[in-house]
């Protein structure tokens, strides 16, 4: 029996049937596992959220007392009738460290990322990437240490030079001397500590620059140096970005090395060359919990102040990172 | 225009002796007179430097002393290679130079800081500050040191650590294949939860539990309470080197166990957790050494202790960590030694744990390419396969 | 560098003594080359002439790209390559001692297989990217960017849009721009590897006129695996064969008519009839 066809010869066409949805019933142990996994995941969402919920009710009762002005004080008199305290001058210090640490660190560690990705002899760059990450896994409090007792003598000579001969730009005034326990060699062994991190991912970042381009650039006559700058640099741009706003917020958030190298003081000052100043983290691990009642609400609300900063910090690095040209492969 | 051909010999001539191949070489841009020219730089660098500190000006200490010759010798390098180079060479020979500075610096620095902890701290010790604690401690007694030992913190820090680890670590497991396997509803809420998670500063993950456990007395300060801190800070951490190491196992090997008829559950314990086994320990093992340094969460959770303390739920307990800042900042200097010693022995702890981690995540990965230029390849025809470690870094923001 | 004593071209030159301008000859005398250790590439000898246009042909992996390398030093970029024998630019052999590898490529250029045009750059500047780089600046620059678009057989396409990103071309567009880019810093020798094989026959075609057009002032070299292309666009031709097991060899070398019509070994006659490719 003949069929029938259309002008073009083929079959009449039925109309075009809807795709089947495919069911696709988990069994029991299945659903199981899939509901633990999940939970664990949102067991994170939980705990961070009750980390930010505490620190601000038990923190609340510091805006109570001082309101607004909790931004704008300094100090730490807690106890007392009129008790009077702030996150103004620890905020500042936790900023003035993280600044000098990055002014410190970056060119440390963007050098040894181009060393460790375009310079280095393939068969040392295992262990040499090997040694950058050790230096990130030694405690902080080791760092702190050799701060203290190897770095702050052979740097306050510097500490001295600079109050003197930089003394016409305000900061690095030194009115009240000594020049130890100052915010700028705090702010140095931090910047040695951020190193490793920002080193680590803005290597990754840059070995993932094409090798097309970078021939490219060879072949028309570019030297080594050019061709990382013409290439690879703008490439690893958001990444390095990314990297060095990690290496913010760890700064930031550093505790102990900053604490055995400020000490126990109160004086607080906005010259980061002289003793003096606190930054958040270490006015917390050293003041806490002590204070009364307002003392521990107002270095909770401080704590939150820095949590809120990091975590801030830390979702904008990871957003440039991923957006980034050079970021699809990059993990934050 | 030229014709060369190899053809075979003609039959019935002598045998050819075979022309021995020439030797390789590798061109090389930078000769004796170059390395000469870099070594005269630095000297007549230092020669100026020196003139110029010690008999023009008022520049004073080490320090300084070395960032001014380096800024002339590099200036002066720039100079003479211009001369003998043309400019865009002579930069990029001063950049060479800068870049393996900072590697230097970088380098030097991580050994000083090892070295100078461990030439502090061995001149010291003695297996007895293994098996001592505080208990006993005359500070001002002639043989102050041997009286004392960081027993207490040793075993405080282990049991911490191993505590928060024997929590941590399946909720980071879990949470990974949540990421990786499972996914679904939620998956991008929390991988951003657990970056944010990632850059929280130490001090709050112990303030956090101290607000809400010990301040209203559910727990008192113990060991316990300070694992629970760890495990916070572990928790982000584990979590995403374990995705990343779950991520390389390759689709394949879940497709086959599906297609075998195993359940999700199945294929993930019995296929991918073990096929990235080596990855997960190392991800464990970086977690873990990572928690043993940290110092600031211990302060409000374990308090710190002279005495032994075995149990870890009640009760301050003592670490490693608090014994050096305790007594770093003090006088006495048997209080200061103290300190070395125990920072000595994290130091060795953290090491061992490191190494471990890197040994044990080697093992599995060779000849598995990751197809990534990792090692700076430009091109990759006729090369040889290089075995690439499993991307694990320690640090607590970045892979 | 090691050559034994029949391979000598001249002394060792002295650094000042640097190549003059237009098409240059390029002289390979026992190019040996190696990737960590094993031998690709054994005992090459070949001269291109100055303003020829010569085609490396021969099926994948005999080392005609590897060969093409060595001529503009692009070899030692891989770690773990080496090599031996001389290559003379117009006499002067360019692994010769205090003959620096960033020099020679300005003076032999290189366009790539897969389009490499700078992504973050405009069309402009990528064509003036290589004077960039020898620091050369050029009086009047769009005079240089349309000269070079035009010999490119780009410039009608994109002389509106020359501030637009590079990346932005399609694939025949962004080789053109590649060749305007080579071109710029007047190179004496120009090197392509296999530059049309990704490309659509229009591109291809544009891209051979563009081979004509520059021949008198830059030698080309070109790798190809299509053999009309060969034949179209070459004076000279070298077949390159690595049998099994065996490093790449020139088998034969003779003018593209010869080659094509009359090849002498019956490797070469196999090719070029397509019995093996």
Redesign the interface.
């Known amino acids: 029996m003949a069929i029938a066809t259309d002008t073009a010869g083929l079959p009449p066409s039925s109309p075009t049937p809807s795709p089947i949805v495919v069911r696709n019933d988990r069994r029991t142990d299945d659903k199981v596992f899939r509901g633990t996994v999940r939970a664990a995941g949102l067991g994170s969402l939980v705990l961070l959220f009750f980390i930010g919920l505490f620190l601000v009710l038990r923190g609340l009762p510091a805006l109570h007392i001082m309101g607004w002005r909790f931004f704008t004080t300094s100090g730490y008199q807690t106890l007392g009738a009129h008790p009077s305290f702030g996150v103004e001058a620890s905020l500042y210090g936790s900023v003035v460290v993280a600044l000098v640490a990055l002014a410190v660190g970056v060119p440390i560690a963007i050098t040894t990322a181009l060393f460790l990705s375009e310079y280095a002899p393939p068969w040392s760059r295992r262990t040499l990437i090997a040694l950058v990450d050790l230096a990130a896994a030694v405690p902080s409090v080791i760092y702190g240490l050799w701060g203290f007792f190897e770095l702050q003598p052979n740097i306050v000579g510097f500490s001295s030079w600079m109050s003197h001969h930089l003394a016409f730009i305000p900061i690095f005034k030194v009115v009240s001397p000594p020049v130890t326990a100052s915010l700028f060699i705090a702010g140095l062994v931090v910047g040695i500590m951020i190193v490793p991190i920002i080193a680590s991912v803005s290597r990754e970042v840059f070995s993932l620059a094409p090798p097309g381009e970078r021939e490219g650039a060879l072949a028309l006559g570019a030297t080594r140096f050019q061709m990382i700058r013409s290439v690879v640099l703008p490439f690893g741009r958001g990444g390095m970005i990314g990297a060095i706003m990690l290496g913010l917020g760890r700064a930031l958030g550093e505790t102990i090395a900053v604490a055995i190298i400020l000490g126990e003081t109160f004086a607080i000052s906005p010259h980061i060359l002289q003793h003096g100043g606190t930054t958040i983290a270490s006015l917390i691990a050293i003041h806490f919990p002590s204070g009364g009642p307002h003392g521990i609400a107002d270095l909770l609300m401080c704590g939150f102040v820095l949590f809120l900063l990091t975590m801030v910090i830390n979702l904008a690095a990871s957003a440039i990172v991923n957006r980034s040209r050079s970021g699809a492969g990059v993990e934050l | 225009?030229?014709?060369?051909?190899?053809?075979p010999p003609p039959l019935g001539a002598a045998p050819v002796t075979p022309i021995r191949?020439?030797?390789?070489?590798?061109?090389r841009?930078f000769?004796m007179k170059d390395a000469a020219l870099l070594a005269l730089s630095a000297l007549s660098a230092l020669a100026l430097v020196w003139v110029v500190f010690y008999q023009l000006t008022l520049?004073?200490?080490?320090?300084?002393f070395l960032?001014c010759w380096y800024a002339v010798f590099l200036a002066m390098y720039w100079l003479a290679s211009a001369q003998m180079?043309?400019?865009?060479?002579a930069?990029?020979r001063v950049?060479?130079v800068?870049?393996?500075?900072?590697?230097a610096?970088?380098?030097g620095?991580?050994l000083?800081?090892?070295l100078?902890?461990s030439f502090k701290a061995v001149p010291h010790f003695s297996w007895h500050l293994l098996t001592k604690d505080q208990k006993f401690f005359q500070i001002l007694g002639p043989h102050a040191l041997s009286s004392v030992g960081v027993a207490h913190a040793v075993v405080g820090t282990l049991e911490q650590v191993g505590m928060a680890a024997l929590i941590g670590v399946p909720?980071a497991v879990?949470?990974a294949?949540?990421?990786n396997?499972?996914g679904?509803r939620?998956?991008r809420?929390?991988r951003?939860?657990?970056?944010?998670?990632?850059?929280?500063?130490?001090?709050?993950?112990g303030?956090?539990i101290?607000?809400?456990l010990i301040?209203n007395h559910v727990l008192g300060y113990s060991g316990f309470a300070a694992a629970l801190a760890l495990f916070?800070l572990l928790?982000?951490l584990v979590?995403?080197t374990t995705e990343?190491v779950l991520r390389v196992v390759p689709s394949g090997l879940r497709e086959a166990s599906l297609a075998l008829g195993a359940?999700?559950?199945r294929t993930?314990w019995s296929v991918v957790l073990p096929t990235a086994r080596s990855g997960v320990i190392t991800a464990v093992l970086?977690g873990v050494?990572?928690a043993?340094?940290?110092?600031?969460p211990l302060?409000?959770t374990a308090f710190g202790s002279q005495v032994m303390n075995y149990n870890v739920f009640s009760h301050p307990q003592g670490a490693l960590?608090l014994v050096?800042?305790s007594n770093?900042?003090q006088a006495e200097p048997v209080l200061v030694t103290l300190?070395?010693e125990a920072?000595f022995v994290?130091?060795v702890i953290?090491?061992v744990l490191?190494v471990a981690a890197?040994v044990l995540g080697r093992t599995r990965t060779r000849g598995r390419r990751r197809g990534?230029?990792?090692?700076?390849?430009?091109?990759h025809r006729?090369?040889?396969p290089v075995p690439i470690?499993l991307?694990i870094?320690?640090?607590?923001?970045?892979? | 560098m090691t050559m034994s004593a029949s391979t000598l071209i001249s002394p060792p030159t002295p650094p000042s003594a640097q190549p003059g301008t237009g098409a240059a000859s390029l002289d390979a005398r026992g190019v040996h080359a190696w990737f960590s250790g094993r031998l690709v590439l054994e005992g090459v000898d070949l001269t291109m002439e100055r303003s020829s246009v010569t085609a490396l042909i021969g099926p994948s992996g005999c080392g005609k790209s590897t060969f093409l390398r060595i001529l503009n030093r692009m070899h030692e970029v891989v770690p773990g390559a080496q090599l031996a024998g001389t290559v003379a630019l117009d006499g002067v052999d360019i692994y010769g001692p205090g003959q620096r590898a960033a020099d020679t490529r300005r003076h032999i250029g290189m366009v790539f297989q897969k389009p490499n045009p700078f992504p973050a750059m405009s069309i402009a500047d990528n064509v003036l990217s290589g004077l960039r780089f020898s620091r050369i600046s050029p009086a009047d620059r769009d005079a240089v960017v349309e000269e070079m678009l035009v010999k490119a057989g780009l410039w009608k396409e994109v002389k509106d849009r020359l501030g637009e990103l590079g990346g932005a071309l399609s694939g025949g567009q962004q080789q053109r721009l590649c060749i305007a880019r080579a071109l710029a810093v007047r190179p004496r020798v120009l090197l392509m590897d296999e530059p049309c094989s990704a490309l659509d026959p229009t591109s291809t075609r544009r891209i051979e006129e563009t081979i004509r057009d520059i021949a008198d002032e830059v030698t080309v070299v070109i790798v190809t695996h299509n053999m009309q292309q060969a034949q179209r666009v070459s004076r000279h031709c070298a077949f390159f064969l690595a049998e099994e097991n065996q490093p790449g060899r020139v088998v034969e070398s003779a003018s593209t008519t010869d080659i094509f019509t009359n090849p002498v070994d019956p490797r070469t006659e196999d090719y070029v009839h397509g019995r093996f490719g």
């Not at chain 2, 191949?21 to 061109?27: A, C, D, G, T």
């Not at chain 2, 800068?98 to 590697?103: P, Q, R, Y």
């Open positions: 225009m030229s014709t060369t051909t190899l053809s191949p020439p030797s390789p070489v590798r061109p841009d000769g520049l004073s200490g080490a320090f300084g960032v180079v043309d400019r865009m060479a930069s990029d950049v060479t800068a870049v393996v500075t900072g590697a610096v970088v380098i620095l991580l000083f800081v090892v100078w902890v909720v879990a949470t294949v949540f990421l396997e499972v679904g939620g998956t809420l929390v951003t939860v657990v970056t944010a998670m990632s850059g929280t500063p130490s001090v709050i993950a303030v956090f101290y607000s809400i301040i916070v928790l982000p979590t995403r990343e359940s999700e559950w993930v970086l050494a990572r043993a340094g940290e110092t600031a302060l409000f960590p050096v800042w770093v900042r300190a070395f920072a994290l130091l953290v090491l490191f890197r990534r230029t990792g090692n700076g390849r430009l091109f006729n090369a040889q470690d991307p870094d320690i640090g607590g923001n970045y892979r």
